[in-house]
């Protein structure tokens, strides 16, 4: 990592810069309750990334004995939601890491399956924070008809290519250019995610991953590795990354 040189840093939001995971959960639970079922972190981990429609049809997948459509599940799951995105604070180390980034004018992004309306219900109450990123920040519905989400890595791409104005390309690592490679090279992934985490590596950028000590507990098939895995962005060091070290 000392020899690495970031010039630009892209963001995962849910669980990684918020704690929204713990909504997700509680209101998945609630929804599955009636049918004798509760989310499992195998199951959660699926989904995980993924844009809404994608993540509600896994969860369906998973539990056939629950009949609910797609639509309906969304739906109730939207109501519940809506009312709980206004609690939802900042984890650790986050504020003091993106303020750093900011001050010393490191470009960054927010890239996340997130649907826009939902974004700015989880985000209004801590704008503060998230007015640091300038509007630079791609959401799900933002790419829907081009992926499916994470670990597709087109929303990362995307939000390098848009938002930051890098020449990244689209294609997969192995299908970009030399030229692409090396400006994705300097690039930095904050996820929490598997899904996200292959996402970054398939784009050809760095990627430190930040999980929930449940996912750790999992076995993965075909598993990109992150560059780094701490347990809380505390634990990040700027200075291992090449970026500005913090104010002593």
Same mark, same amino acid.
């Given at each position: ?17 918020? &704690? ?8 998945? $639970? $609630? ?24 993540? *509600? *049809? ?15 599940? %969304?739906?109730?799951?939207?109501? =519940? ?6 609690? @939802? ?8 890491? @993106? ?8 470009? %960054? ?34 790419? +829907?008809? =081009?992926?499916?989400? +994470? ?9 390098? =290519?848009?938002?930051?104005? +890098? &020449?990244?390309?689209?294609? #997969?690592? #192995?299908?970009?250019?030399? /030229? #692409?490679?090396?400006?994705? /090279? ?11 985490? =292959?996402?970054? +590596?398939?784009?050809?950028?760095? @990627? ?21 895995? %701490? ?18």
């Amino acid at each position: 990592m000392a020899s690495k040189k970031i010039d630009y840093v892209i963001f995962d939001m849910d669980g990684l810069l918020i &704690d929204t995971e713990s909504v997700y959960t509680k209101v998945t $639970d $609630d929804i599955l309750a009636p049918y004798g079922k509760t989310l499992t972190w195998d199951v959660k981990a699926g989904c995980m990334g993924r844009v809404e429609r994608e993540a *509600a *049809a896994h969860i369906l997948r998973s539990y056939p004995g629950v009949p609910l459509t797609v639509d309906a599940y %969304i739906e109730q799951r939207r109501v =519940q939601q809506d009312i709980l995105w206004s609690t @939802v604070r900042l984890l650790p180390g986050v504020r003091k890491l @993106v303020t750093h980034l900011r001050k010393h004018n490191v470009p %960054i992004a927010v890239a996340t399956a997130s649907l826009r309306r939902n974004y700015e219900r989880k985000t209004r109450h801590l704008a503060d924070l998230f007015d640091c990123f300038e509007g630079k920040v791609i959401c799900g519905d933002d790419v +829907k008809d =081009q992926t499916t989400g +994470k670990p597709e890595p087109y929303i990362f791409l995307h939000a390098a =290519q848009t938002k930051l104005g +890098k &020449d990244v390309g689209y294609g #997969e690592v #192995e299908n970009a250019s030399p /030229s #692409e490679n090396e400006v994705r /090279s300097k690039g930095l992934v904050f996820e929490d995610a598997v899904l996200g985490v =292959q996402a970054g +590596k398939r784009a050809g950028m760095n @990627v430190v991953w930040v999980p929930d000590p449940g996912l750790l507990n999992l076995e993965y098939s075909g598993f990109l590795f992150p560059d780094q895995t %701490i347990a809380s962005i505390e634990e990040f060091k700027p200075e291992e990354w090449g970026l500005p070290p913090y104010d002593t």
